[in-house]
């Protein structure tokens, strides 16, 4: 039997271990799994706390709209988690508040305000610090609800990032009015070049199931100003245009409403005949378009605010109206003539490439489109890739960026890295969505750069946009990887303001994501700056392309020949033989230069001028070529593959020193993902190394290391099981 004096012991000892479990509980409930992206609202350091503290107080923010609705709930999320404490929201401005959140027609003390936030448009807003009654107030303004929910994501984004609020001025509205994801997502749930699990989409349990993560889906896409998603895959089932899924859609598009976020679907051409049962989709047939007419006329009694289609047609087996002796225009148009009665918009893929043309792939938009110019209806945009060939590592700009001055163009731009080393190679795009936005198209003398084009500023284009291929699905923390959630977010910010820098992007995502400690940025903006040059040396060095395993582009392939098309190989792209390497896209070979306004076309078809990180792309030059840096072409190449390992192992050296600076958890997990890339862009380096070498016949430069095994090693490795396939 006990005496009461071990009792006494025995409880306080169940009292810490219940201590103990809550604590630890607790703890796994705020792990760091990435899951809470950007937005983790972390305690800020004591000191910056108390002078925000000391400067927000009361907040006057309404609740009588869903939005406005989010922008409160955000606004005391963020507050509580970096601050502390919860802040007193009040639904009517008044006196005594320091924040004060709303448009006109929200707040009255914002009605001095109508004409200025007029100004900044729809979506825009206005971060201003100034006096009201005598009293210092902090205005977060817009002319409509959706604004002020932007601004309540900046304000969070300066607290999170130490940015001093006296004498606030911040005056935003976005560049681009179609600011959208594009989700290659299936109905099953596969994710075509996805590499985070699947689909976010659960179409079995939706409408009645609504689940949270979609909401939290919205915040993050609002955060950026991300306006809009499409749903599915562009190599479309017809299936997502039947009610059913409608009704599924319009759960989502519900969902998604308050944070300014529209629904569209990626559609396929041939529908009318899949489920309308007729015999044709020629667009110059009447009975199609009625079709087309009664479907729009469904979707949108479902979805009031139904954002339009996404339409790839006629590539890559998909159907389109020249299956009929249509152009895209008539395709294009008769899908918008469906949807303008209803202010929808047709988002139609210049990403075609025909099957039985025997050009130089990278030739055929522009020779399909350029001739279109003017032919497609207002609310028509033409999305274009951001390169000729289809997402590589370095490709030089489109070149309909430009070449079509009477058609609005978007860009699309792939999130999810499908020829970049999947979600496990930390490689952020900034740096690549950066340079295609800066390279000029001189299309209307120099400074016409895509971003000008894209912008609609170039033109005079109202309809302007940009989309990008969603890297999201059902892992943990949503991209497959810490580090590919910079490419969400560098794409929404690049998406919002074109003319924004990469490096800036990335310190406020390290500084958000990580921690706000000015070290433990740099060190991270460091790595994340130099990573995509580095993947570019050890996959696709001076301009090569599309050197990737066949299929599912894992892994190297740069002997890839044969099979259903020549333009699927490595070697049709490279070319290399004994004497030489690259593509002749000059006068003298497939001519792709004189696609490019002059200015740009005599830089990129003379050897002379053309960047050295282009070179094989446009020439096909021999391996004693002289480079810049004295170097032969071969030495240099061999170099460069070097040089991408070389630089993934000084990642891993400064991610080793952010060791204690960085949670343990996604510390661990980000090391392993350096390791794995370690070992791939070795991989990668020895065999091109293997194979080049086995062409040019050529002795390594001194103090290279000759690959470990032979050609035939890396030639035998297969990769069945490689995810995000196409099927
Ligand atoms: C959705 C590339 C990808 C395909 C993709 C296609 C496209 O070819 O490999 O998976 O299909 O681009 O953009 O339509």
């Not at 430009?402 to 792939?414: F, I, K, S, Y």
């Not at 795009?429 to 198209?441: A, C, F, K």
């Not at 949670?663 to 380096?685: G, K, S």
Request: glycine share 10%; aromatic share 10%; net charge negative.
């Amino acid at each position: 039997m006990l005496t009461p004096l071990l009792r006494a012991g025995g409880r306080r000892l169940w009292l810490c271990v219940a201590a103990l479990v809550l604590l630890t509980s607790m703890g796994r409930l705020h792990a760091e799994d990435g899951y809470a992206l950007w937005m983790r609202y972390v305690p800020l350091d004591a000191a910056l706390a108390d002078a925000y503290r000391s400067q927000l107080g009361a907040v006057g923010a309404p609740d009588q709209t869903p939005t406005q609705h989010a922008a409160r709930e955000e606004l005391s999320r963020g507050l509580a988690g970096l601050l502390g404490s919860a802040p007193q929201l009040h639904a009517d401005a008044g006196v005594g508040q320091a924040l004060i959140l709303g448009t006109p027609q929200s707040s009255a003390q914002l009605a001095p305000y109508r004409k200025d936030l007029e100004s900044l448009g729809a979506e825009g807003y206005l971060l201003r610090q100034t006096q009201l009654g005598g009293r210092e107030v902090l205005l977060v303004a817009a002319r409509e609800d959706i604004g002020v929910l932007y601004g309540v994501f900046h304000l969070l984004r300066l607290l999170q990032t130490g940015v001093p609020l006296q004498g606030l001025e911040v005056r935003e509205s976005p560049k681009l009015k179609l600011r959208l994801l594009n989700h290659w997502d299936n109905l099953d749930r596969y994710v075509e070049r996805g590499y985070a699990g699947s689909s976010l989409w659960d179409w079995q349990t939706l409408p009645d199931w609504r689940d949270p993560r979609y909401t939290d889906y919205a915040r993050a896409n609002a955060s950026l100003g991300i306006n809009g998603t499409v749903l599915n895959n562009v190599n479309a089932n017809a299936l997502s245009l039947t009610r059913p899924y409608l009704l599924k859609a319009a759960a989502l598009a519900e969902v998604f409403r308050p944070y300014g976020i529209r629904v569209y679907l990626s559609t396929r051409f041939s529908a009318p005949i899949e489920l309308g049962g007729l015999k044709t989709a020629d667009p110059l047939d009447p009975a199609v378009q009625r079709w087309w007419r009664d479907k729009a006329n469904e979707i949108y009694a479902l979805i009031p605010d139904f954002g339009g289609f996404l339409v790839k047609a006629n590539s890559e087996g998909q159907p389109g109206p020249q299956d009929y002796g249509r152009s895209h225009a008539d395709g294009a148009n008769l899908l918008g003539d469906a949807l303008a009665a209803h202010g929808g918009v047709v988002m139609w893929r210049a990403f075609v490439y025909a099957h039985d043309v025997p050009e130089d792939r990278t030739k055929q938009a522009y020779g399909e489109f350029s001739g279109l110019d003017g032919a497609f209806h207002p609310n028509v945009i033409v999305q274009v890739k951001n390169g000729p060939l289809d997402f590589q590592p370095r490709e030089p700009l489109h070149p309909l960026f430009g070449a079509m001055p009477h058609t609005p163009l978007m860009m699309e731009l792939q999130i999810s890295k499908e020829y970049l080393g999947f979600a496990t190679h930390l490689v952020y795009l900034g740096p690549l969505y950066e340079e295609v936005l800066r390279s000029d198209t001189h299309a209307r003398g120099a400074g016409s750069t895509v971003a000008r084009v894209i912008d609609g500023s170039l033109d005079g284009h109202a309809l302007t946009g940009i989309a990008g291929v969603a890297n999201t699905g059902t892992d943990r923390n949503w991209t497959g990887s810490h580090f590919d959630q910079a490419n969400w977010y560098a794409f929404g910010r690049l998406a919002w303001n074109p003319h924004q820098s990469a490096r800036d992007i990335a310190k406020d995502w390290a500084a958000m994501t990580f921690s706000p400690d000015p070290a433990v940025v740099q060190s991270i903006v460091g790595m994340m700056m130099a990573s995509r040059e580095a993947a570019v040396d050890y996959m696709t060095p001076l301009g090569l392309h599309h050197l990737m395993a066949r299929g599912h582009h894992y892994g190297p392939g740069p002997w890839v020949a044969g099979g259903p098309r020549v333009d699927w190989t490595s070697v049709y792209y490279h070319r290399a033989d004994r004497d030489g390497i690259g593509f002749d896209r000059t006068a003298h070979g497939s001519n792709a230069v004189a696609q490019y306004a002059p200015a740009v076309a005599n830089v990129y078809g003379d050897l002379e001028q053309v960047p050295e990180s282009l070179l094989l792309w446009f020439h096909h030059v021999p391996w004693d070529h002289r480079m810049h840096s004295g170097r032969s072409l071969w030495d240099e190449l061999v170099g460069r593959y070097s040089r991408g390992v070389r630089q993934v192992q000084a990642m891993q050296d400064s991610w080793d020193g952010l060791k204690g600076g960085v949670d343990a958890p996604r510390h661990q997990q980000v090391a392993a993902f350096l390791r794995i890339q370690h070992n791939e862009a070795q991989w990668w380096r020895d065999a091109s190394v293997a194979y080049f070498q086995s062409l040019s016949g050529r002795p390594l430069p001194a103090g290279e290391v000759p690959p470990p095994q032979p050609l035939a090693y890396y030639q035998s490795l297969q990769f069945p099981f490689a995810p995000g396939d196409g099927r």
